[in-house]
Each structure stands twice: as C-alpha cells, then as structure tokens.
C-alpha cells in the first residue's frame, strides 16, 4: 500500500498536463499510472523517444505498433459489417503522441450549448479567458504546456486547396487555432522546430521528483469505493506485481474514450445487470458508463492529377538530411508534414447552397453559429499512404459530419481484465447522418470543381465520376468510410 495525495490514471494528453501541475504547484504527493512504455527507464524518459513520435510525417507508423492500443470495432452494419482500426496512443503522452497534431478548438458555440443543456459554468465566456491565451499569448497562459504553430512548407496541392474555399467564400483567418463555420486554411499544429510537441515531453523533462511517482506499464485492475469516493486504485505493475494505491486527495480518471468506461465497468461502476452477467461485483450501478460512445466517420473523395506528386511514401536521404539539419533560412522540408496539412469547416451541405450564407439568406461568419462539416485535406492517397503501394499522384479531400446523430456503446465482453472491451460506435445507425453526408460528398466535389483545383485533377478516383446517385454513393460511403480517430 502506497499513499498519495494525489492517483491520475491515464498518461494522456490530459493526464500528463494535470500531473505536470499539480507537481510544479506543490500541491502534494502524486501518482501517474500509464499502461504504456513498459521497458522504459524511468529516469531517462525522455531520453530515447522513439522517432515516430517525434518526426511529424512519421506518424502513421505507430498504428498498430506497440505505441498504440490497437483497438477495433465490432463489425458495423452501416458500413458492410467492416471492422474500423482505432488508434488510440499508449505511451506517455497518449493519443497526443501519435495523432497528426492538429490543434483546433471547439467552436465557441459548441461550448455554449453545452451551457444550455445544464453543464454549468462551460459557457465560452467563461472558458475564454482559460482557452483563448493559449493560441494568443501561449507564455502568459497557466494552462499552456505546448508550443503551436502552422506547417512552415505546406504542399502546393494544400494551398490550391485553399485558394478553391476561398473563391467560394470561405474566410480565411490569418491564424486559424478554433472552429468556426465557412472558414478554411493551414491547420495550427501541436509542433516546435519541425518537431511534435505533447505534454508527455514536459512532464518527462522534469523527472526525477520526490513529488511525483510514474508507474510505466501499469494496468488498472480495479478502483475501490469506500462511501461515496475512490479510496484505492488497484494496479498490476510491469513486473506483474500486484499494488494498491491510496489517495487522501482525489483519484482523476483521464483514461480515455475507452479506457476510462472500460476500467469504471472492470471495477463494478455501471449497468448493474450487465455487470452481474458477467460475473462481476457492483459496487455503484450506474446505467450510462459506457453508452452514448460517438465518433466522427470521415468518407475521402480522392483525385488522381498530372500535375506532379503529393508527399512522398518513401523519404530520401536529402528529405532526412534537411529535415535533421535545415540551411540556415530554411524549413524542414516534407517530413515536418502532418500530411493532413489544410482543411475547412462549413454549414451548408448542399452544393446547390450558397457557401457563407445560411437558409434564411444571413452570413453565417459570427462565432455564435458552429461548422456542420470539417474536411482534412491531404496531398496523399488518402486510404493507402503511407504504404509503398500508394499511388504519388494522388490528394484527397476528406469530409466528416462533425454532429453525427449516431450512438453507440463502449462494454465488457469478460470479467477477465486483460481482455479488450466490445467497441461499437453505431455507424449511422441514424437515419438522419446518411443524407447529411451525401450531401457532404457532393458539396466536396463543388470544391474540387473550383479552379485552383480542377486544372490539376485527372480523374476522381473515389467515389469516381460515374458515382451520382443517392445509392450509388452511399454504397461507396459504406464501403470505403473510416474513422478520423476523434
């Protein structure tokens, strides 16, 4: 038994922050627990970075890896019964690790309906004054651990990309850090120098502290209730050592999409009959852990061009040489790419509407209005770079619902707790996300109709030009949508 003032489970984007604070504001003893980096050394933790979570354009590479769950889905009846890949990030740092580093903040309308509809105090004049430093004044703000900034050397493709929103009268703001409807450009990135920035790297920087305990490679076995509170945290460690962890302060559980209802189920919080079934002990029957699960589908309409090469699968030696040792006046070349480098957020979803302009004819530029779509641009084969296979000649424009309608569900499929739970986010289960994304598609293709665009494009290799009816598409919608990993 070990006591501590403070247990954060989870080395995330957002547990790793927290413990970073609470240390430096010596608020006491506290206790990290991240399942990932089981063969790390904990006194150099940052001393080996593993170079897929450093060098942006590296990131695809740790799907799959040992820097990723590797979580999937339950076969999806919305999508031909295909199983989606979920990246999630276990490392210290979390999904922060490996995403593609885009920083973009909710729309400040979003936060106002979370306002509405009872979470007090969300409101975006009240968040403003926490979240609005940290893109304007980043060394002012006391909850800014990480540098941002926008790709110094983007693609052509990108900004032809954005010259096409622009003619159709999107805004085009000078920094582009927060979510507001028809507006487009250069994604702001978590990233300093050419390189990824996460708050695992700022936490890992101040180790050793006599404060502050980091249990690598720990899983959760179970959390105890004693009345109304967590008492203790239960963890296998990396040597397979069974310990218990007590907090006289409070137990913050950041473990993610998954993790975090996963462990609440695995310690008897939840459904109490479906936690019965599987043999486990309730301590709290709490129906919604682990129900209303959403997830953003992103479909990718993808063009072939003749007019050059996207990024390349491959880098040369002069690509890792620029990118390790810039001339002076120089940027880092392609592998600083986040390769969804641009990207847009519109309301109207239907080509036949005229962008910038809601139905009722008003301008929809005020920040009290939120975005319906997003896309991410990319000068890729969006469904087989970075393989090899890739065709180079290839960019896409992938476009996602941001307010699915859709549900789903994160369960215990065993008692047993190193078993993975059951995922299913409910792929348009609701009728109302098919016709919306339709009608994203074809709004997408008004874009790719635009002339910065248009003169570079050979063919529409997805969903293909002969694709135009309604169940045409959503025949290729179903085959070929994946997750964007939100």
């Known amino acids: 038994m070990r006591d501590y003032d403070y247990i954060i489970i989870g080395g995330g984007s957002a547990g790793c922050l927290l413990a970073r604070r609470l240390v430096q504001a010596n608020c006491g003893t506290v206790a990290l627990i991240e399942a990932g980096d089981a063969t790390a050394n904990t006194e150099a933790a940052n001393a080996r970075a593993d170079v897929r979570t450093v060098v942006p354009a590296y990131y695809p590479k740790t799907f799959g890896s040992h820097l990723d769950w590797a979580f999937s889905t339950e076969p999806q009846a919305g999508l031909n019964g295909r199983r989606i890949a979920w990246p999630r990030g276990k490392t210290l ?7 593609a580093m885009i920083y973009l903040q909710a729309a400040a309308s979003d936060f106002d309906r979370w306002s509405l509809a009872g979470c007090r ?39 032809a990309f954005i010259h096409a929103c622009t003619s159709l009268g999107m805004q085009q703001p000078a920094n582009w850090w927060q979510a507001r409807a028809n507006t487009c450009g250069l994604y702001t990135l978590t990233q300093c120098a050419g390189r990824r920035q996460h708050t695992g790297q700022q936490l890992a920087e101040m180790l050793p502290n006599t404060n ?21 945290v239960c963890l296998m460690d990396r040597s397979g050592h069974s310990i218990e962890l007590r907090a006289s ?16 189920l695995r310690s008897g919080i939840g459904p109490a009959a479906a936690l019965h079934q599987l043999g486990v002990g309730v301590q709290l029957d709490l129906p919604g852990v682990g129900e209303n699960l959403q997830d953003h589908l992103v479909y990718p309409l ?7 090469h996207g990024l390349p699968a491959k880098f040369s030696v002069a690509d890792r040489r620029r990118y390790r040792q810039p001339a002076p006046g120089a940027t880092h070349g392609p592998l600083a790419s986040n390769i969804a480098e641009a990207g847009a957020m519109f309301i109207t979803s239907h ?3 005229q962008p910038g302009v809601s139905n009722a004819g008003e301008p929809v530029h005020s920040a009290s209005v939120s975005p319906e779509f997003q896309i991410h641009f990319t000068p890729t084969h969006y469904l087989k770079y ?21 549900r789903g569900r994160v369960q215990l499929v065993s008692s047993n707790p190193d078993a993975s739970p059951r995922i299913d986010p409910g792929y348009l289960n609701h009728t109302e996300d098919i016709p919306r994304m339709l009608d994203a598609i074809e709004y997408c293709r008004h874009i790719a109709n635009q002339t910065s665009l248009s003169i570079l494009i050979a ?16 025949r290729s919608l179903q085959m070929f949508a994946q997750s964007i990993y939100h």
Request: charged letters at 20%.
């Open 212 to 232: 502050f305990d980091l249990f690598r490679g720990s899983t959760i076995r179970n959390l105890k209730l004693q009345g109304d509170r967590v008492e203790k």
């Open 386 to 406: 970075p393989s090899r296979t890739a065709p180079p000649d290839c960019f896409s424009l992938a476009v996602t619902d941001l307010h699915p309608r859709s």
């Open 93 to 99: 740092g979390g999904s922060g690790a490996i995403n």
């Open 302 to 308: 993808i063009y072939r061009t003749h007019a050059g």
């Open 249 to 264: 302060g409070e137990v913050i559980l950041c473990a993610g999409t998954i993790g975090s209802p996963t462990i609440l």
């Open 459 to 474: 063919d529409e290799i997805l969903p293909s030009r002969k694709r135009i009816t309604a169940a045409s598409l959503l």
């Open 351 to 353: 080509a036949r509407l």
């Open 121 to 159: 105090g969300w409101d975006w004049r009240t968040m403003e004054q926490f979240l609005l430093p940290i893109a304007t004044a980043p060394s002012q703000c006391p909850l800014a651990d990480l540098q941002i900034a926008s790709l110094a050397e983007p693609h052509p493709w990108s900004l």
